[in-house]
């Protein structure tokens, strides 16, 4: 049997030809920039290739796979994807290391509303975007981290976690994946020795919410081992990405995490690490502070005292650090550091004497006022009723007389009576003279 180069090459050629588009070799982006690692400790990105911050357009006949590995077994991945494309230029994510896996995004295409956000089962995940030959848009940004679920026992009873030197982890229950509905968590990181804790916030993505009021999900830092409303640090209830990452430096040496969600629409939670530091507290630190500065006030001895230290003590010490390019102002946050909080974290029943003395207090409080209203009341009633007194006398009274007329008995009923007396008047006269033997005379007309 002779030998048939023609059919050899087809056997060998054409699969390695389909194998290699099929994994991307039609992709501008070098290899090496495709296999990438997630940090626990940074929210980390890449892009389609000229994305150019959302302003570019990706290459025509694309096909482009990224591979991202969280370098641990025990670590997830969580990604939050922006896009921008022409359908059907396809964006696939899937739960593994290649397009055999599950997928969690299969086929996303048009543009976003807002970052779609997925999370892995284990440390790998592949996204792959293909493109046709015509009409060309911005492309993908993903933001990405490794993740685990590091909520610990906060969420069924108060969770006390050490802070050491080196970062721990904290999160909402279930983290990367959805947390819980009607969470109830809370957590103190307290380093334990006095030294001050400093946390750095990766992952902020919580039911939106007015930030005023958080009546959904949301969740709290405190500067402190209570809950008050002078030593709250922050109060979050945005989803990614309105809060970025930021990081705090606490005054005392625990801080307090909460965290609570209601029955409905759950997002991703958060996600923060932690660790103690030990302030420095000689005279000599205080000078060999920087260009950047942060300001603590320590509260661990019982006089408080402000001291300056580098600002290198609170910064991640990942060199190129996304957290300190990202996180958002801290000047806010700088500004409670001057408050000395005094709020206990469970306020003492009060004694019944205490509760005595501030009865009365209050009841004398109340005699008082009650005596001062009757009072004024009194001058008030007084001094009105004085000047209507005042006033009816000093004016003229004004009266409408009506004028009294005489009895005038009617014309005729006089002379009627006038007649009747006369009549009896003579009547008399003329009886005297008759018996008196008189004349009588005709009486006169009247
Ligand atoms: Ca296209
Ligand atoms: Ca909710």
Redo the contacts with the bound molecule.
Sequence with gaps: MLFDGTKWLQIVFIPLVFSITAYGQSCTVPAGNRNITASRLVMSSFESPNYNQGTGSYPSNMDCGWLIDTGDDSLQLLLFITYDTQCPDNIYIYDGVDETATVLANGLCGKSSSPASYSTSQRYAYVRMTSDSTTEKPGFHIDYVAANDSSGTGCSSTETLTATESYSYLTTPEFPSQYT?SSDCRWALSSGTGDVVEITVIVSD??DDNPNSCD??VYYIFDGAYKCEHNEIRKVCQEYPAVLSYNYTSNEDTVTVTFK???????RGFLLAYRSITLPTTASSTTESTTVSSTYTSTASSTSTTVTSESTTVKPTTSSDPITTNRQSTDSLTSYTTVVCNCPSNPPEKSTKDRSSTDITVSLEVFLGAVGVIIFIFVFTITTAVCVVKKKVNSPVKKTITPVQPFRAPVNSIKKQEVIVNVKKLSKQRKLQTQSGMIVRQPQPW
Excluded: C
């Design positions: 509905s919580v039911e959904y999900d969600s209601d029955s409905s629409v759950n997002r």
